[in-house]
């Protein structure tokens, strides 16, 4: 399947797709070629443990740190064990690093190869959807500290993504889900095409042959706003666009403990909500609501919350999001499937009434 390129002029990187253990293996075989520096590979335990023949290719048989997936390792603990482990490891500048995992070892592994010796070459090798069709792509990598969920960070763009869709057959069933929520987002704020082969499609299962064309058309959709905008500047839309129902879903997260909801969960409640809202001041008409709510529930999502939860903290919440500006509350809206747009200046009384409805669906 063609590949995509991330465009940012010397750092560019190709986003390649392949469907088996091979094409992946010969892709970074071709880029670590070229290469003299040390190599090391960074992997999630669960996929070292169920992919074992697999990884030991990819990773090319140089050192290996094996980090259990899930929230809690995107840790300055493992922060520290990963510098030990390159220095152990002698990785150097001209070093590289294999990252094997998912969004969890991608952002941590990421934020490793930018912190040592202030930054070295790393490859993505994503094995959930969420990571394959978000994680991945764009630089964003970082860990969590009591402060908040991924507030300490940097942007360190790979050298390559590898996604291949042969790692999705072991994913458990719940988390592949939370993977869909963040392809429907995909949809939803830039692709209408996309949206509507989704709802067109049956309900995709990892095996299904549809499934890297659908991980491709989401990563076009990446790879297209993070050229445009890289470090999250632009003055309105740009790479916050990307962040379509997170508002609320970082708020839900928070407020309801990590864990209780899987992130892409939370963004498919996050999703109907930006919808609803969209509708309630006169942007979205119903009907598109009700298509954003039939899909999400065509992959077992949630599209409301389990249990209420406290309307103060939620709105509060949402105020120390990272895309505010200021003491204005920024939401990611919708104009219509496949069109999103920033909006400033809601104000804590108005997203108090809107939760005060939605608590009780
Ligand atoms: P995760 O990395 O914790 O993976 C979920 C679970 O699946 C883990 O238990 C992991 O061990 C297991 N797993 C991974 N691959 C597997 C496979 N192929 N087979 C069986 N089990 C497997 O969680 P995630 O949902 O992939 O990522 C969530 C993280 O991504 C969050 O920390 C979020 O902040 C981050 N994120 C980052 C960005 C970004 O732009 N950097 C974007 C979205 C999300
Ligand atoms: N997941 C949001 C971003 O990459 O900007």
């Known amino acids: 399947m063609k590949s995509l390129s991330v465009a940012l002029a010397d750092r560019s990187y190709p986003i390649c797709f392949v469907h088996d253990v091979a094409s992946a293996n010969s892709l970074v075989e071709k880029f670590l070629a070229n290469r003299q520096g040390p190599m090391a590979t960074i992997i999630d335990a669960a996929v070292a443990e169920e992919h074992s023949s697999i990884w030991k290719s990819l990773g090319q048989q140089g050192p290996v740190l094996r980090i259990p997936g899930g929230e809690g390792s995107k840790s300055l603990g493992w922060m520290e064990k990963g510098w030990e482990f390159f220095a152990r490891a002698g990785v150097d500048r001209t070093g590289c690093v294999v990252v094997i995992g998912g969004g969890v070892i991608g952002d941590l592994g990421g934020f490793l190869a930018a912190s040592w010796l202030r930054g070295i070459d790393f490859i993505q090798i994503p094995t959930t959807l969420l990571a394959m069709v978000d994680s ?23 050298r390559m993504v590898v996604i291949g869709n042969f790692f999705l057959e072991t994913l458990p069933e719940r988390e592949f889900s939370a993977g869909m929520a963040e392809v429907i987002k995909a949809g939803l704020l830039a692709d209408a095409s996309l949206f509507e082969r989704l709802e067109e499609l049956p309900c995709l299962q990892p095996g299904a042959p549809e499934l890297l064309e659908v991980i491709r058309a989401a990563c076009a959709i990446k790879a297209r706003v993070v050229a445009e905008d890289e470090k999250e500047t632009a003055a309105e839309g740009g790479r916050a666009l990307l962040n379509l129902g997170h508002t609320f879903a970082h708020a839900i997260e928070k407020v309801a403990g990590y864990g209780t909801y899987l992130h892409g969960e939370a963004v498919a409640i996050g999703l109907h909500l930006a919808a609803k809202f969209s509708m309630e001041i006169g942007v979205l008409p119903e009907s598109m609501v009700d298509r954003v709510r039939e899909l999400l529930e065509k992959y077992q999502l949630p599209i409301a919350l389990r249990q209420p939860l406290p309307t103060e903290a939620l709105v509060q919440a949402m105020g120390k999001d990272k895309k505010n500006r200021g003491a204005s509350l920024r939401l990611v809206l919708l104009k219509s499937i496949g069109e999103a747009y920033t909006k400033d200046g809601f104000t804590p009384e108005q997203l108090t009434r809107f939760w005060n409805t939605f608590q009780s669906l």
């Open 136 to 158: 991945s792509v764009g630089g964003k990598t970082g860990i969590n500290t009591p402060a908040g969920k991924n507030l300490v960070g940097a942007f360190h763009q790979p």
